[in-house]
């Protein structure tokens, strides 16, 4: 296929050169240049986003925030103004499912497929084309971009109509984040009761608490690796949704307004760009003790 993407950071740089592998020609946008060995495999640079939407059939954004996939479609130049009848946009980020649904309609309008396909599986899951994608859309939609979420992802479910997938991520977001919350108090427990955290997530990972969080963010943390990954700010952003739309909706999230308010206290520690398994140090600010290093507290940043 001829195929757009929009948005090459950490996660769009590999996904798009999973598609290049697999064949397909790709136009490729950013707010910065676009990567040297995308261009070495063979993507063309486009200077905006109406001009991908003019070249490709398949037109997929993968950018942080809501407001910026609303100015990637419909801002100056963007790929609205691009488009023709019968193109199929594909938002791949993790933004507002409420937001997504209007973005479908205005797309739907001009003629043109909108599906929502946000992603999981972090930057690991990017470069291995292991990603789990949600995909919110038409079934007929679906089945023609399937074989591009194929080369980029392994678990890929239609789970409903526009904005659905958005929901899922959502959903997908708390239950990591409680996870995460789940490890890094369990690993800290283990360290100031005088264990060795690093043995101590070994054999957790042989019995029922065993987790892929557990696994690779458990490493994180005992390792002390929190380069990103995913960045905390970005988790931020997802919390923020969930419990926005939780009061829309009657609900009350307390277990995922606690994570939220961690991770604020990472970002106020000058944290917002570690990777997401560093709500582990709020944790340890609290109980004054680093996994693995005895009477060493997190000290705040200067």
């Not at 798009?16 to 020609?25: D, E, F, V, Y």
């Not at 950013?30 to 993507?43: K, M, N, T």
């Not at 977001?173 to 490890?183: S, Y």
Request: glycine letters at 12%; proline letters at 5%; charged letters at 20%.
């Amino acid at each position: 296929m001829k195929v757009g993407f929009i948005g090459l950071g950490i996660m769009g740089r590999p996904m798009a050169g999973h598609l290049i592998a697999a064949g397909h020609t790709l136009f490729v946008h950013d707010i910065a240049p676009p990567p040297a060995e995308l261009l070495d495999q063979g993507a063309t640079a486009c200077a905006s986003g109406r001009a991908v939407a003019q070249q490709a059939e398949v037109i997929i954004t993968m950018v942080p925030d809501t407001p910026h996939v609303e100015a990637v479609l419909f801002g100056a130049d963007g790929v609205a103004e691009g488009l023709s009848s019968g193109k199929i946009v594909v938002d791949m980020s993790s933004i507002s499912p409420i937001e997504t649904k209007a973005f479908a309609k205005r797309i739907n309008a001009l003629g043109c497929d909108y599906l929502d396909a946000p992603v999981s599986g972090g930057e690991v899951g990017a470069k291995a084309a292991s990603l789990t994608i949600m995909v919110g859309g038409t079934e007929a939609a679906f089945a023609t971009v399937k074989p591009l979420f194929e080369a980029m992802g392994k678990n890929i479910t239609l789970v409903g109509g526009p904005g659905d997938g958005q929901t899922t991520k959502v959903a997908n977001q708390i239950i990591v984040a409680l996870t995460i919350e789940a490890v890094g108090e369990a690993l800290l427990f283990a360290s100031k009761a005088g264990a060795d955290p690093a043995k101590v997530r070994q054999a957790l990972m042989g019995g029922f608490a065993s987790s892929r969080i557990l696994e690779v963010h458990g490493e994180r943390m005992v390792k002390r690796t929190f380069d990103p990954g995913f960045r905390i700010e970005l988790h931020q952003k997802d919390l923020n949704l969930a419990l926005s739309g939780a009061r829309a909706l009657g609900l009350s999230l307390p277990n995922t307004a606690t994570c939220q308010e961690l991770f604020n206290a990472c970002a106020a520690h000058g944290g917002k760009a570690w990777d997401h398994s560093a709500m582990v140090r709020a944790l340890e600010l609290l109980g004054g003790h680093e996994i693995g290093q005895n009477h060493r507290a997190l000290e705040p940043a200067e």
